[in-house]
């Protein structure tokens, strides 16, 4: 696929991610004018025979709002309270705003084990596409009333990508108050430029990233970046766009700048997809760059290639793959318990049997539950020249 971006209108499916700022004003509440703009928006988009769904953030900044809690951060049981408020303010917003065109609303209620453990995430699936096949739009947030620090997604931006990978959507909108990616912070640089089309997040992209912006928004352009590499390797293209102004989705189609990133030409299937959209492995395996090589012409992590594992895991659970200068490669399902695993580090596959007592698999991440989360270190014949030359 050619980096050209496409029009709205030839999409099949598009989530639409909308930040806190945008929804909600600190002192007077709901921007209910910006709503309806954007509902219109959708309205158009749905007449056009695509599906809409809508990843809200929002609820706490609603809550806070009509609790008048005071400004700065809010403390575990404040932020829940507030979402507890703010969720029935929001979901009552997006329906009345959406039936005024005569689209009904239905409210999902998302937490990071709804799409980290594998049965909930395809149940959860399914209710969003009955909702899709009788038409109406999801509202999407994640449900901050139950969710703790430990077991949260700590932003929309990500759970709007997951939301689009389960969903297979093929276009990731992520408006809030910035219109793009820039090569650097602009109210920090001057010089910084910014970037209409990204053909690939490179280490290179990921470093021009920042950080949060306002305490309405958990999210920053870190977490952007993170939802892209999670959208894109799905196959998934990815808008980053300002919502600041009204019909902020006509204004995209109508050629508003903003940054569009190519999905990858070879997106994984979907039990990959889940995979690589983990965002809390049980642990992480470090491996040797003959592993690496091996990685990237598509075979599977073998026991002799491993030289260090961190973490407490247990055979089926999602597992990062990392190069011993700390990159994260890839992810995978593991083959083993940890403790077992640490046993058969750096060993033959042949000596597995005598040492765990059984004949387990070859494999300690198999390339049909293995996927790519970055570019392998491949060395060229000039590398190994250079090497045997310091050698």
């Not at 991610?17 to 988009?45: E, M, Y």
């Not at 809010?74 to 997006?94: F, N, T, Y």
């Not at 902020?248 to 030409?265: D, K, M, N, Q, T």
């Not at 698999?361 to 190994?384: G, N």
């Amino acid at each position: 696929m050619t980096a050209a971006r496409r029009p709205l209108a030839s999409h099949r499916r598009i989530v639409i991610k909308i930040g806190s700022a945008l929804l909600v004003d600190r002192k007077t509440g709901l921007r209910a004018q910006w709503l309806d703009a954007i509902c219109a928006d959708i309205a158009a988009l749905k007449g056009k025979g695509i599906n809409v769904l809508v990843v809200s953030s929002g609820a706490i900044a609603m809550g806070r709002t009509v609790l008048d809690l005071p400004a700065g951060a809010l403390k575990l049981e404040e932020s829940q309270a507030a979402a507890a408020v703010g969720q029935i303010a929001l979901a009552r917003a997006w329906s009345e705003s959406l039936s005024r065109d005569g689209i009904v609303a239905g409210q999902i209620l998302l937490t990071l084990g709804d799409t980290e453990e594998r049965r909930r995430y395809l149940n959860a699936r399914a209710t969003i596409n009955q909702l899709l096949k009788i038409g109406a739009v999801p509202i999407i947030n994640e449900n901050d009333t139950v969710a703790t620090t430990e077991i949260r997604y700590g932003d929309n931006d990500r759970l709007a990508a997951r939301v689009a990978t389960m969903t297979s959507a093929d276009l990731l909108i992520l408006l809030s108050d910035i219109d793009g990616l820039y090569t650097a912070p602009p109210h920090l640089d001057p010089e910084a430029r910014f970037l209409d089309i990204i053909p690939a997040i490179t280490p290179e992209i990921e470093a021009m990233a920042g950080g949060a912006a306002s305490e309405l928004s958990r999210g920053g352009m870190r977490t952007k970046i993170d939802a892209g590499k999670i959208a894109t390797g799905a196959g998934c293209s990815m808008i980053i766009a300002s919502g600041k102004t009204e019909h902020p989705l006509r204004a995209i189609e109508e050629g508003v700048r903003s940054s569009w990133f190519a999905p990858s030409g070879t997106p994984v299937t979907a039990r990959k997809t889940w995979i690589a959209g983990q965002l809390q492995p049980a642990g992480e395996l470090f491996v040797d760059e003959g592993a690496e090589n091996a990685l990237g012409t598509g075979k599977s992590l073998l026991p002799a290639g491993v030289r260090r594992i961190e973490g407490n895991f247990h055979r089926g659970d999602t597992v990062a793959i990392v190069g011993m200068d700390g990159r994260e490669i890839a992810r995978g399902l593991a083959s083993y318990d940890a403790e077992e695993a640490r046993q058969i580090i750096g060993r033959k596959s042949g000596e597995i049997e005598a040492i765990l007592g059984y004949a387990g698999r070859a494999a300690m991440v198999h390339r049909d539950d293995l996927v790519m989360t970055a570019s392998a270190r491949r060395k060229t014949k000039k590398d190994l020249k250079e090497d045997a030359a310091h050698a």
